[in-house]
């Protein structure tokens, strides 16, 4: 090709590489600064370097009550699991029977349903916070997994997606699944159901990550250790110390943190940005 | 579209418990908002007066409603165009090189899986004004660096935090807009001897617009509603109000000063803004943007 030019292709790789080194700076002091002991952290600048503490901060934060969290972080990753897997599992759930029911019958009402469910799109939980906070609240669901799950199982996401994808599936299909006596419930779970396993990985990864990233609803719908989430616990962390902050405590907890959603998005890459590309374009 | 005809109840059993949840969940609490803006309660839940549109005029008669006005308008344009010019930048390189553009995706890609509030944990730990690698390099450059002190430096923590977080994002996106740019249009226009820089603004930018346009949307939505957790566990509004955006003020009022009517009041102008800034964004950009 001729418009091509070697010493901008090598550029190009410098700067770019340069952009990786910058990015994963942030994670690198993470991992150094998580095998340091406070003393020797507040020696000077954050070490670029490993300390002599290895894997002790991490074995302590996950075996031991950490500071004022009165809970060690095996806890929190545990309901942080609980509640991303439960967000991601359910959403799924009834979206996939919703997104059924409406592409493939016909009954009264079948717009307005469709309509309602739309319009959830357009409302982050994060505006609507105070009375849905309310409504947890006089229900009961302070300080428990069905509280941390389903107020933001609520948006309609997921149903269009499926929706989406129900549309494309030849009418062929369906009728031959009835000429041959199958039912609504024998056509949704053998044919509909394994035609639609990438599409159900791809929304798992969007919304295991979306489950375990929250910050506002746990925050809120928490006051109890027992059902915090570990992201959540992290400002609980940076604030309790009086006098010095315990960096090395914050970041082994940070990395426990990210661990979980990064390395689901490594191994489900290829579903991921399917997913993305699919979700919101 | 071929349908089940003779099922009455199945298609309702299928959709109750969406319906359930949605209900619930979404619309009670949409519909409570809407009604709260128009009462005082007292903090105590003993009692409500109607006091009508009063709430709305206190809100919109405060200094500091629009205060945290301008500083949201500061901290989403400073994430959505830094987020989307250093993707745009790296992805316009990877595309380049077409040996590894693979790869770097691979390896950029990443920081999307990092929780906003994640993300300023670690920033706020790089720009610790004690032990900080990068207030470090700042003060030998004679730069003072305490964003538990300095509001326009706490509002650049969490405004670097958020852009590292959702570049990854943008980059994907970008990537794949300029992939599937047809390379011999390029060629064609290096043959007639126009440089990158000049193929880069007569081609590949217009053909990028329709994904810019979508990227825009999606970072101001971003940085609007998602970076609460970077700011609550960095700057927590903090210092003197200087990183309280809009968000972090229904919030506040709400939960901290329990100020209820305010708060709603709040969430429904809000509410109206993202509706207003997602028309204009449509019915202005949309014409110029060619599809």
């Known amino acids: 090709m001729r418009y091509r030019r070697r010493g901008l292709d090598i550029a190009s790789h410098a700067l770019l590489i340069l952009a990786l080194i910058a990015f994963c700076l942030p994670v690198w002091l993470a991992i150094t600064a998580a095998t340091h002991d406070q003393a020797s952290l507040y020696t000077g600048t954050a070490p670029l370097w490993f300390g002599s503490e290895g894997l002790d901060n991490f074995r302590a934060v996950l075996t031991e009550p950490v500071g ?46 469709f309509w309602l469910i739309f319009i959830t799109l357009m409302l982050p939980v994060e505006v609507r916070i105070m009375p849905t906070y309310k ?3 006089d229900l009961g669901l302070l300080n428990s997994y069905v509280g941390l799950i389903l107020p933001l199982i609520a948006s309609a996401t997921a149903t269009f997606l499926f929706r989406q994808f129900y549309l494309t599936v030849p009418p062929e299909l369906l009728e031959a699944a009835r000429v041959d006596g199958a039912g609504p419930w024998r056509f949704l779970k053998d044919i509909l159901l394994p035609l639609s396993t990438t599409n159900i990985a791809a929304l798992f990864v969007i919304m295991f990550l979306y489950g375990w990233n929250q910050y506002l609803w746990p925050l809120l719908i ?44 490594v191994l489900m890459q290829r579903y991921f940005v399917k997913g993305l590309v699919d979700a919101e374009k | 579209m071929a349908t089940f005809q003779r099922h009455r109840v199945t298609p309702w059993l299928l959709l109750a418990p969406q319906l359930a949840v949605v209900a619930i969940f979404f619309f009670w609490p949409a519909a409570q908002a809407m009604l709260q803006a128009f009462y005082v309660e007292d903090p105590f839940g003993l009692g409500r007066t109607f006091v009508a549109f009063e709430n709305f005029a206190r809100v919109l008669a405060s200094a500091e ?10 901290f989403s344009a400073g994430v959505a165009l830094g987020a989307m010019a250093l993707a745009l930048l790296l992805a316009v390189l990877a595309d380049r090189v077409i040996k590894g553009a693979g790869a770097y995706k691979a390896l950029l890609i990443w920081p999307y899986a990092v929780a906003p509030a994640v993300a300023g944990v670690l920033w706020g730990f790089m720009l610790d004004p004690e032990l900080g690698l990068i207030s470090a390099g700042l003060g030998a450059l004679d730069i003072d660096w305490n964003h538990q002190l300095n509001g326009g430096q706490a509002m650049a923590l969490v405004v670097m935090a958020s852009i590292w977080k959702q570049m990854s994002y943008n980059f994907v996106f970008f990537l794949a807009g ?24 007569t081609i590949t930018f217009p ?32 210092p003197g ?29 809000l509410m109206g803004l993202v509706g207003l800034l997602t028309l204009l964004q449509f019915r202005y950009l949309e014409r110029r943007v060619q599809y």
Not at chain 1, 227 to 255: E, F
């Open chain 1, 222 to 265: 928490t006051t109890e250790s027992d059902h915090m989430t570990i992201v959540v616990s992290l400002k609980r962390l940076l604030s309790s110390a009086d006098n010095l902050v315990p960096w090395q405590t914050v970041m082994a907890t940070a990395l426990l943190a990210m661990l979980p959603p990064v390395a689901v998005i």
């Open chain 2, 207 to 238: 053909l990028l617009s329709p994904t810019s346009f979508f990227l825009l949307v999606m970072n101001s939505v971003y940085a609007f509603f998602e970076t609460f957790g970077t700011i609550d566990a960095t700057t927590a509004g903090g």
């Open chain 2, 178 to 201: 300029l992939q599937a740019i047809p390379r011999s249009l390029l060629e064609a226009a290096a043959i007639d001897g126009a440089g990158p820089w000049r193929r880069f603004w």
């Open chain 1, 135 to 137: 409504v947890a609240a």
């Open chain 2, 241 to 269: 109000g200087a990183t309280r955006t809009l968000v972090y003020k229904v919030f506040e009022d709400g939960f901290i000063g329990y100020d209820l009517g305010s708060s709603a009041a709040q969430s429904v102008l």
């Open chain 1, 68 to 113: 004022r969290l009165g809970t060690d972080v095996t806890r929190l990753l545990l309901n942080s699991t609980v509640m991303a897997l439960g967000i991601a599992l359910g959403k799924i759930a009834i979206a996939i029977l919703a997104a059924y029911a409406i592409v493939f019958f016909r009954f009264p009402l079948r717009r307005l349903c």
């Open chain 2, 65 to 74: 409603y629009y205060r945290a006005l301008g500083i949201t308008v500061t």
